[in-house]
């Protein structure tokens, strides 16, 4: 098991930058797959990004090319880089920790443990 905790969410204007973080808990960080998924109001929660345990990347169409996922194995950390937002970006962000390969990490029930979330509004 592991403990996540997100933070950096908050208020962005249209065109602006986030970055979000996700603290792990545990020494088997670096084991992890980790994901970030988000969910607006009234829609199912989708898949944004994963970060296999080698550090290679998987990201939605619809962040492509503005997002990047990152990991600092020393600091049990996940980071998303959020730039050029827009209002359709808008939803609460939460992370995620599973042990399935990169391959699989679109699929929320592949992950094992999940951050409490942080909200991201982009106003236009």
């Known amino acids: 098991q592991v403990q996540l905790v997100e933070s950096g969410g908050g208020l962005a204007q249209a065109g602006g930058s986030l970055r979000l973080s996700c603290a792990a808990s545990g020494r088997t960080f670096s084991s992890y797959t980790m994901g970030w998924f988000r969910q607006a109001p009234g829609k199912e929660r989708e898949f944004v990004a994963a970060?296999?345990?080698?550090?290679?990347?998987s990201y939605a169409d619809s962040v492509k090319g503005r997002f990047t996922i990152s990991r600092d194995n020393a600091k049990n950390t996940v980071y998303l880089q959020m730039n050029s937002l827009k209002p359709e970006d808008t939803a609460i962000y939460s992370c995620?920790?599973?042990?399935?390969?990169?391959?699989?990490?679109?699929?929320?029930?592949?992950?094992?443990?999940w951050g409490q979330g942080t909200q991201v509004t982009v106003s236009s």
């Open positions: 970060i296999s345990r080698s550090s290679s990347t």
């Open positions: 995620a920790a599973g042990q399935k390969p990169l391959l699989f990490s679109r699929i929320p029930g592949n992950y094992d443990n």
